[in-house]
């Protein structure tokens, strides 16, 4: 079946340092890729996806390339805030629109 | 912004005690799903609800899961017996079609003592 195996955190940054969450994926089809993020105290927000192979997908500064041929949507951000720390999910989802999530990665970034 | 609202926030409960956990979609969406998220463990899908029925369940959605939207705006889950294994964040996310995105609400924690 589908599923999602992601870097392990925590991770702990300093500001304007340099951030890349390793992501890659096993699908029987073609799925559509998400990067989401949990902010402390809130729900998850979709932060970027990409439907097709070779696709990127960025909003507030992240990345994350499609890449088929390594089953792989890693995320980077070049230069981090304090405002960045949160939980980051990566998930699929399939012809069928339920999401499988990766563990989540938790991202502190000190001033 | 329109959001998706869950209620209770955190939710103690003992065990072999039904709960009911609660969400108000955004107003037209018509895709609704459960997944919950053990402590240090990946969100899983639970359920998937259209047209008032549920379209698919996973493994873990055995016969003590239910859901329903009995008044056409609150989508319910319902843990009739509840375990100490159920203990975990639970998240409702609700889309309006085929290919938008699913919002989710700031989830549910289930606590069983």
């Known amino acids: 079946g589908d599923s999602v195996t992601q870097m392990e955190g925590p991770v702990t940054l300093s500001e304007e340092a340099f951030l890349t969450i390793n992501c890659t994926y096993t699908?029987?089809?073609?799925?559509?890729l998400f990067w989401y993020v949990q902010y402390p105290g809130e729900g998850l927000q979709l932060l970027l996806k990409?439907?097709?192979?070779?696709d990127k997908g960025s909003n507030k500064g992240f990345e994350a390339t499609y890449r088929k041929e390594t089953t792989s949507f890693h995320l980077e951000k070049g230069s981090v805030q304090v405002s960045d720390s949160a939980v980051y999910f990566c998930?699929?989802?399939?012809?069928?629109?339920?999401?499988?999530f990766g563990a989540g990665t938790t991202v502190t970034v000190r001033a | 912004e329109p959001e998706v609202t869950q209620t209770p926030s955190h939710q103690v409960t003992q065990m072999g005690q039904e709960v009911i956990l609660r969400c108000v979609p955004i107003?037209?969406?018509?895709?609704f799903y459960w997944y919950r998220q053990i402590l240090g463990q990946k969100v899983e899908f639970l359920v998937s609800?259209?047209?008032?029925?549920?379209?698919?369940k996973s493994e873990i959605f055995d016969d003590q899961f239910s859901v329903e939207r009995p008044d056409g705006s609150n989508f319910t889950l319902k843990i009739r017996s509840t375990k100490l294994e159920d203990s975990a964040m639970y998240f409702c996310?609700?889309?309006?079609?085929?290919?938008?995105?699913?919002?989710f609400g700031q989830g549910t924690r289930l606590t069983v003592v």
């Open positions: 990409a439907t097709k192979a070779d």
């Open positions: 998930a699929l989802s399939d012809n069928d629109y339920k999401l499988s």
């Open positions: 609800f259209y047209n008032n029925e549920i379209s698919e």
């Open positions: 699908a029987t089809g073609y799925p559509s």
């Open positions: 107003s037209n969406h018509l895709y």
């Open positions: 996310a609700t889309h309006s079609g085929l290919n938008t995105e699913a919002f």
